[in-house]
């Protein structure tokens, strides 16, 4: 398999299982089954924009505020999400829920990174 359609596919897959699990624990964030579908891609979409962005625009700290920036980064393509999407079918209330969301979508693309990423084959110790 194309190593990029690979990655595109496990974003898509963790994406889509985060964003229902955070539909499933906040009342606050209501969506409709087709516009779920539809968000789930607007956002993974957002989302890789987004990090490229932010990878080219600053290349040297980009390793030092993973966490934080990833954190924000995903809230970003999260917020642009909302919008897009009609609120109808896709909204996010209140900013306990807001940070919820984020948290958990966040860390399902940590996970999803681990999935995705392989160490390079002349790095000692790692498994290719």
């Given amino acids: 398999m194309n190593p990029l359609i690979k990655s595109i596919a496990i974003a ?14 906040f009342s606050g964030f209501t969506t409709s089954i ?21 990878a080219i625009a600053t290349p040297s700290l980009i390793r ?3 966490i934080a920036g990833g954190l924000v980064l995903t809230f970003a393509a999260l917020a642009l999400t909302n919008v ?4 109808v079918h896709f909204n996010i209330e209140g900013w306990g829920t807001w940070l919820g969301v984020t948290f958990i ?8 990174g681990e999935v995705d990423t392989k160490a390079p084959a002349n ?6």
């Fill in 64 to 66: 030092v505020s993973t």
């Fill in 84 to 87: 897009i999407v009609p609120d």
């Fill in 105 to 112: 979508v966040w860390a399902a693309g940590v996970a999803y």
């Fill in 34 to 54: 087709v516009w779920y579908v539809i968000a789930v891609i607007v956002f993974t979409m957002l989302n890789v924009a987004l990090r490229e962005i932010a």
């Fill in 12 to 25: 898509l897959l963790a994406n889509a299982a985060s964003l229902a699990l955070a539909v499933l624990v």
């Fill in 123 to 128: 790095v000692p110790g790692a498994s290719v």
